[in-house]
């Protein structure tokens, strides 16, 4: 009986911590002055990025010029002819150099072939620098 009172304390108190993590990361984060419009918090609704970025994780993208993004980087961006605006998470697997403007290639890790056509940094909302996960508490 004792045990069983232990889990359901242990059960409860892991979910009042993720649902005040959460709160904290989701809502309170974004809105703190020097982090406003540099730091975005998305929920992954999908499971284009396999068991790295899970569906229903929770990642924070941090604003990256277009140099400073590589081949590797998991980023978030804008789809250009999404109305309204749909956000997508998934990885660089190739950079265009050549002219003006960096155009990226990006492909989700589960997914088998390339995402069409390419994103500028007009698209980017950042690059992810936390997954944070469900069931890690």
Request: charged share 15%; aromatic share 8%.
């Amino acid at each position: 009986m004792k045990n069983t009172a232990n889990k359901v304390t242990n059960v409860l108190g892991g979910l009042i911590s993720y649902v005040l993590l959460m709160l904290i990361v989701g809502v309170v984060f974004p809105l703190i002055p020097p982090f406003r419009g540099y730091y975005h918090t998305r929920a992954v609704l999908t499971g284009s990025m396999g068991h790295v970025v899970p569906t229903g994780a929770l990642i924070i993208n941090h604003y990256s010029t277009d140099r400073g993004l590589k081949v590797g980087d998991i980023i978030t961006y804008q789809r250009p002819d999404a109305v309204p605006p749909v956000y997508i998470t998934h990885r660089i697997v190739s950079v265009d150099t050549s002219g003006l403007l960096y155009r990226f290639q990006t492909k989700g890790d589960a997914n088998a072939t390339k995402d069409t056509g390419s994103i500028t940094q007009a698209n980017i909302e950042g690059r992810v620098i936390a997954v944070i996960h469900i069931w890690a508490i």
